[in-house]
């Protein structure tokens, strides 16, 4: 009877074809009719398991060609990045934070348009570091928005990052991050321990809730750090 296999079972079986060579780089798979009589359960079961092998960049699908078993599979790289806090507590090192600078204010005309803030929206702007071992390890550049969190106003960042307190407090649902080469400026040469112009690596991260902008940051790193991907 249909609906005894799993789509779990349905991937497992096509990815032995595929790595078998029963179905080689470029071979077109059957149709999803096919495979769901074969194995004896529904369409959706096997949908979804194309969905999964799809995800996974091995197979590609395209209307009315069919899925293919891809020539190249496509590998996505996965990038951990936790709370600094985590971060540098996890290599063994001890975590100190520091508020710079924060207040309260109308957003500036390029955050408004990068963020698609309203007019006359007020943000929350804050400059801190965060330490390992006492040496300078990031420089954070963050603006909130007050219609998007609202209690951001009035909260303490003495003792706490404005990152560890968002997490608990507003969820988010999208994230774009951007990764660049930057020049130190005097303010970064001064917090990071370094010389002007010296070549720092730095990441741009916006996220947003429902909809809504929540916060943009720029994080700048010290001298020599390495971020590591894997896929």
């Not at 369409?43 to 699908?61: F, H, Y």
């Not at 996890?90 to 934070?97: F, P």
């Not at 204010?105 to 965060?130: K, N, Q, S, T, Y």
Request: glycine letters at 8%.
């Amino acid at each position: 009877m249909a609906g005894h296999v799993t789509y779990r079972e349905v991937k497992a079986t096509i990815l032995d074809r595929i790595k078998g060579g029963a179905w080689p780089p470029g071979a077109l798979l059957p149709s999803e009719v096919e495979l769901a009589a074969e194995f004896g359960t529904a369409r959706a079961t096997v949908s979804r398991a194309m969905r999964d092998l799809v995800e996974d960049g091995l197979v590609e699908r395209k209307r009315k060609a069919g899925t293919r078993v891809r020539k190249m599979p496509l590998r996505q790289a996965r990038l951990d990045i936790p709370l600094v806090r985590v971060e540098v507590e996890d290599q063994g090192a001890v975590y100190r934070y520091a508020l710079v600078a924060s207040h309260v204010g109308a957003a500036p005309d390029w955050l408004r348009a990068r963020m698609g803030l309203p007019g006359g929206g007020e943000v929350r702007h804050i400059l801190c570091m965060h330490f390992a071992d006492g040496q300078p390890y990031q420089f954070e550049d963050r603006w909130i928005s007050l219609d998007s969190a609202p209690d951001a106003r009035a909260a303490d960042f003495t003792a706490e990052g404005p990152n560890e307190w968002l997490v608990r407090q507003v969820p988010y649902s999208n994230v774009e991050i951007s990764f660049s080469a930057t020049a130190a400026d005097a303010e970064q040469a001064q917090h990071l321990g370094c010389a002007l112009g010296d070549a720092l690596f730095r990441v741009e991260r916006q996220t947003s809730w429902d909809g809504r902008e929540l916060t943009f940051v720029r994080l700048t790193y010290h001298r020599g750090y390495r971020m590591t991907a894997r896929y």
